[in-house]
């Protein structure tokens, strides 16, 4: 597929009546489009899911080496 920088792409999705109605109403009661509700709810998503996993790896992290030090420490050690 041939792609160039700042084209939109047209997608199309079933939902119920009632499935639409909160989507309208969603996008009403915040003064954007049904398109860019999606949109927000989706990237938010993606943002929570990659928040996630950078979580869990830090506590990997941690359970493999769990020595931690202070704020003071820290700040010390890179002199802020």
């Known amino acids: 597929m041939y792609y160039k920088e700042g084209l939109m792409c ?3 999705l079933r939902m ?3 499935e639409k ?7 009403n ?9 999606l949109k927000n709810a989706f ?3 993606l943002e929570d899911q990659y928040d996630i996993k ?7 992290a941690y359970l493999a080496d ?3 030090i202070s704020m003071a420490e820290m700040k010390k050690k890179y002199g802020v």
């Open 66 to 68: 769990p020595e931690t």
């Open 54 to 60: 950078a979580a869990d790896e830090a506590y990997e």
């Open 16 to 18: 119920t009546d009632s």
């Open 21 to 27: 109605k909160a989507l309208q109403d969603y996008a």
């Open 29 to 37: 009661t915040h003064g954007i489009s049904m398109a860019d509700a």
């Open 10 to 12: 047209t997608y199309s």
């Open 43 to 45: 990237f938010d998503m």
